[in-house]
């Protein structure tokens, strides 16, 4: 009995030996898995929180580009606009210019004021459209207006070389003696170019007359045929002032080349028609005047 009970004995604390262990062994388990899942909560939640980061961040630059986007069409939109309004605005202006400059040389000069007054207006410093209102007021006879468009041209262009002809032409009946240093200071600038050279000759020429000077003022002619070989209206010049000096079988010989030249351009090449039909007609009435005073 005694074995027994002892047998007994032993089977028990083996078995709860063994129960322990089980009981040790499932508490670890859980404690071990029970880390496990707090661990994996963990990270999930850290990377829930990180995804939704990003996330937040994406938007963010969504919004940023969706703006910067916005932003360049505006500037993009602004600038197209701009520049067709100034492409409308300066195609405007040429038409303008344009019309002014075909008015001028066919001497509507009413329109051509009228023309080269817009384009001024809206664009004072264009040196070309204020350059031709000082001429066409100059035509017009609206001398003191001419002159003050010339010289708010050189303020702004010293040294232009077309606006001191245009002030000197428009000075010739106001201030001849102004009008004479202003002529001359334009024929000594270095760089002028041939056709205003020529022009300005003539002019000087005209104004050097107009004080008696008129071998200075032949010389002056001369001159500006030597820039423009064969020029009509030189010629012409050149006629008068060789009568005026007192040379008439010179003039008159100058006045006749000046006449024919005039007739062939009338009749072939049509070119400055009106100022031909003048020399035509003056050259043969000054040709006159000077055969009756050489009897």
């Known amino acids: 009995m005694a074995a027994y009970i002892g047998s007994y004995a032993t089977a028990a604390s083996v078995l709860i030996t063994i129960l322990a262990v089980i009981i040790t062994v499932a508490l670890g388990l859980s404690a071990y898995f029970g880390f496990a899942v707090t661990r994996n909560n963990r990270l999930g939640r850290a990377l829930r929180t990180s995804i939704d980061e990003l996330d937040r961040k994406r938007q963010e630059l969504e919004a940023i580009y969706d703006d910067r986007i ?26 303008e210019l344009v019309a002014g400059e075909l008015s001028y040389r066919r001497s509507d000069y009413h329109a051509a ?10 664009e004072p410093s264009n040196a070309e459209a204020t350059y031709y209102l000082g001429r066409t007021l100059t035509n017009l006879d609206k001398l003191d207006e001419a002159i003050t468009v010339f010289e708010r041209l050189l303020a702004t262009e010293p040294g232009d070389v077309r606006a001191m002809r245009g002030l000197a032409l428009a000075l010739r009946f106001r201030n001849a003696d102004r009008a004479r240093d202003v002529a001359s200071a334009a024929l000594a600038l270095a760089s002028i170019p041939a056709d205003v050279r020529h022009d300005l000759h003539n002019e000087f020429a005209l104004l050097l007359r107009d004080y008696g000077e008129h071998e200075k003022a032949l010389l002056q002619h001369q001159a500006a045929l030597v820039v423009r070989p064969g020029d009509t209206a030189t010629e012409y010049f050149i006629g008068v002032a060789e009568l005026l000096c007192g040379r008439l079988e010179r003039g008159k010989a100058r006045l006749k080349i000046a006449r024919e030249r005039a007739r ?12 031909a039909a ?18």
């Open 70 to 95: 916005a932003q360049l069409e505006t500037q993009i939109g602004n600038y197209h606009d701009g520049l067709m309004s100034e492409v409308v605005a300066r195609s405007g202006l040429m038409r």
């Open 264 to 275: 062939i351009e009338l009749e072939d090449r049509a070119l400055r028609p009106l100022w």
């Open 113 to 122: 004021l009228d023309h080269f007054g817009r384009v001024h207006e809206l």
């Open 278 to 295: 003048v020399i035509a007609w003056s050259a043969a009435f000054v040709q006159e005047d000077a055969g009756e005073a050489d009897r």
